[in-house]
């Protein structure tokens, strides 16, 4: 006997209610597995005709990004179906449940206005392709990649490994710095005793080595060079140095150029600022 009853009477509840709980949890984990599955065959030549002559990295986020978002979504109403599904069934009586969703939804009006924000927001964002996970960009003030996003939120890494997690209502512009190409842009100070003309035919070649370069040619699309005389001031004279590079590269294209303009500077005797 188990709590006052017998085990004829836990068969008997088995045989007449057993049963269909479990047929239910079966046939909502294979609908889920089976939505894990082909979400993102269906969804993956979809984005690719629509995005057709994009770069495959590109197609490859907003494809991921989608089934993840829809895949999520569709499994967390077929639990909730069943979860209500499988309450009659324990004997839970659901109609002051389902009275209550006239309640519930009048509380969503008057008190969760930022949550159906959130949503609206995120869905104009997933619809508009403003960003997919991997991508870089700079939201709500917070400047990261994206590692995860879902219709109410998206959620960034920083380069220091700090985590943020951002509402879609906050987001009103958005920055990405992962589509089409990024620039390197930096400004090489030298003294205002240096020959310019000497200065510019340096920039410009190890621009080209960098990007004849078998380590990074790959990543750039054309060679940094000599733009403009930027500034002038007790600090020497700013050279603009402009080039165009794959998305994302250009923190590393940058950093890998001014040691090699430095390495130069120093091989050719053109003095900065500070000697």
Known sequence: MLFGLTWSDVGDWFAEHGVVIAVIVLVTAILARMIARIVPRVVRPAIAQQMDGRPAIEVDRRADTLASVIVRTTQGVLVTIAVITILPELGVDITPLLASVGIVSIALGLGAQALVRDWLNGLFILSENHYARGDVVTIAGITGTVEDMSIRRTVLR??????????????????????????????????????????????????????????WKDKIV????????????????AMQVNGTVRPGSQLEVAGELRTRLLEAFRREEIRTPWG
């Open 222 to 237: 054309s060679a940094p060079a000599f733009l403009r005389v930027d500034n002038i001031d007790a600090n020497g004279v």
């Open 158 to 215: 920083d380069v220091d490994g700090v985590l943020y997690s951002v509402p879609h209502g906050n987001v009103t512009v958005t920055a990405n710095a992962s589509r089409d190409f990024s620039r390197v842009r930096i400004a090489v100070p030298v003294s205002v005793t240096s020959d310019l003309a000497k200065v510019r035919d340096v920039i410009d070649r190890v621009g080209r080595e960098l990007a004849a370069d078998p380590q």
